[in-house]
């Protein structure tokens, strides 16, 4: 396995703590009040994971849970606040992606008489303090594309790794005809640890050098960035003893959310490739998000009856920085 980086962070429970000068910090059961009375501008999340750009209900928001947040120690530290003296600025919430050095700003809201332009950069830059403060060598954004909150995240040290394009198969075919199972000829089978170095390889393969030096130059680093899912899954396609394409999926929520990658040898066959994705779902609706460089991925799921949607553009805010000698490690970066 590739080597994986290595660096000394503060405890992340003492890291969440209010830092003096600082405009934002974790919610307090004392905050229920306010958010009681706090009424986003835009009405909905202006950052986006999978599930909320999929379903704009999912990206609303919902006071309760995040009265619930308040309430509860453990929700509390991924629930983050900015207020000034007119109230509530805006509302966060930050989580892990699929590994501990990687994190997103999963929802991002900003009050009525919040600015995009300055009070959103600020919180943007806060909260990538905040999250380098509790391990993170990498916090990811996704928003929508040409919305003014991009020209925020660029002005808080956020760089573009990708723009992306939703795909959706809205059709529940669920009562038709349909694989209740993947064949065990058609070459799909489970994940196993030993495919970890291979599925790195294909990674590599497929993605361009300038997105992987935010996405991840090592495995752990990948494994790491990895979109976070409910109760994920992960199934590779075997073709001359290689993966010619491996997926990660999660079918909770009535509906399969899944991440794809295939060999470009494997191009000429990105239907079979699909119709394979598809297989496991028994039919119900579908949806993934295609970076830019995966267009022939694209092509595929539109011709499996796909319809493609909105653009997003995903950002990311390096927090470390690799040390070039004596030995590979990282090093905080000042927010």
């Given at each position: 396995?590739?080597?994986?980086?290595?660096?000394?962070?503060?405890?992340?429970?003492?890291?969440?703590?209010?830092?003096?000068?600082?405009?934002?910090?974790?919610?307090?059961?004392?905050?229920?009040?306010?958010?009681?009375?706090?009424?986003?501008?835009?009405?909905?999340?202006?950052?986006?994971?999978?599930?909320?750009?999929?379903?704009?209900?999912?990206?609303?928001?919902?006071?309760?849970?995040?009265?619930?947040?308040?309430?509860?120690?453990?929700?509390?530290?991924?629930?983050?606040?900015?207020?000034?003296?007119?109230?509530?600025?805006?509302?966060?919430?930050?989580?892990?992606?699929?590994?501990?050095?990687?994190?997103?700003?999963?929802?991002?809201?900003?009050?009525?008489?919040?600015?995009?332009?300055?009070?959103?950069?600020?919180?943007?830059?806060?909260?990538?303090?905040?999250?380098?403060?509790?391990?993170?060598?990498?916090?990811?954004?996704?928003?929508?594309?040409?919305?003014?909150?991009?020209?925020?995240?660029?002005?808080?040290?956020?760089?573009?790794?990708?723009?992306?394009?939703?795909?959706?198969?809205?059709?529940?075919?669920?009562?038709?005809?349909?694989?209740?199972?993947?064949?065990?000829?058609?070459?799909?089978r489970p994940v196993l640890d030993a495919d970890m170095l291979a599925l790195?390889q294909l990674y590599c393969q497929t993605t361009p050098f300038a997105a992987?030096?935010?996405?991840?130059?090592?495995?752990?680093?990948?494994?790491?960035?990895?979109?976070?899912?409910?109760?994920?899954?992960?199934?590779?396609?075997?073709?001359?003893?290689?993966?010619?394409?491996?997926?990660?999926?999660?079918?909770?929520?009535?509906?399969?959310?899944?991440?794809?990658?295939?060999?470009?040898?494997?191009?000429?066959?990105?239907?079979?490739?699909?119709?394979?994705?598809?297989?496991?779902?028994?039919?119900?609706?579908?949806?993934?998000?295609?970076?830019?460089?995966?267009?022939?991925?694209?092509?595929?799921?539109?011709?499996?009856?796909?319809?493609?949607?909105?653009?997003?553009?995903?950002?990311?805010?390096?927090?470390?920085?690799?040390?070039?000698?004596?030995?590979?490690?990282?090093?905080?970066?000042?927010?």
């Amino acid at each position: 396995m590739p080597g994986s980086t290595s660096c000394s962070w503060s405890s992340p429970g003492r890291s969440r703590e209010v830092t003096r000068g600082r405009m934002i910090r974790i919610l307090r059961p004392t905050d229920s009040t306010r958010l009681l009375f706090f009424r986003p501008a835009a009405g909905g999340t202006l950052a986006f994971t999978l599930e909320s750009a999929t379903h704009p209900a999912a990206g609303s928001f919902r006071t309760g849970r995040y009265i619930a947040r308040a309430l509860t120690w453990r929700a509390r530290r991924d629930g983050w606040i900015a207020c000034g003296p007119s109230g509530i600025i805006g509302v966060a919430h930050l989580r892990h992606r699929s590994g501990p050095t990687a994190w997103e700003l999963s929802e991002l809201f900003l009050g009525a008489d919040a600015s995009v332009d300055t009070d959103g950069a600020d919180i943007l830059a806060e909260i990538a303090w905040v999250a380098a403060r509790a391990g993170a060598q990498r916090v990811f954004l996704r928003l929508a594309a040409g919305s003014p909150t991009c020209t925020a995240a660029r002005r808080a040290g956020y760089q573009l790794q990708t723009a992306e394009t939703l795909y959706r198969r809205p059709r529940d075919l669920r009562g038709m005809a349909q694989p209740r199972r993947y064949p065990a000829e058609s070459g799909w089978r489970p994940v196993l640890d030993a495919d970890m170095l291979a599925l790195f390889q294909l990674y590599c393969q497929t993605t361009p050098f300038a997105a992987r030096t935010t996405g991840g130059l090592t495995a752990p680093e990948w494994r790491d960035a990895l979109e976070a899912y409910s109760k994920s899954r992960e199934m590779v396609l075997d073709r001359e003893g290689k993966p010619a394409a491996w997926v990660r999926y999660s079918d909770s929520g009535n509906e399969r959310l899944f991440t794809l990658m295939a060999q470009p040898e494997a191009f000429d066959d990105l239907g079979e490739v699909v119709r394979g994705v598809l297989a496991g779902g028994f039919g119900m609706p579908a949806s993934v998000l295609v970076p830019a460089h995966l267009a022939a991925v694209g092509a595929a799921l539109e011709a499996a009856g796909f319809v493609a949607g909105l653009e997003f553009d995903l950002y990311v805010r390096m927090t470390a920085v690799r040390a070039t000698a004596p030995h590979p490690a990282v090093a905080a970066v000042g927010g």
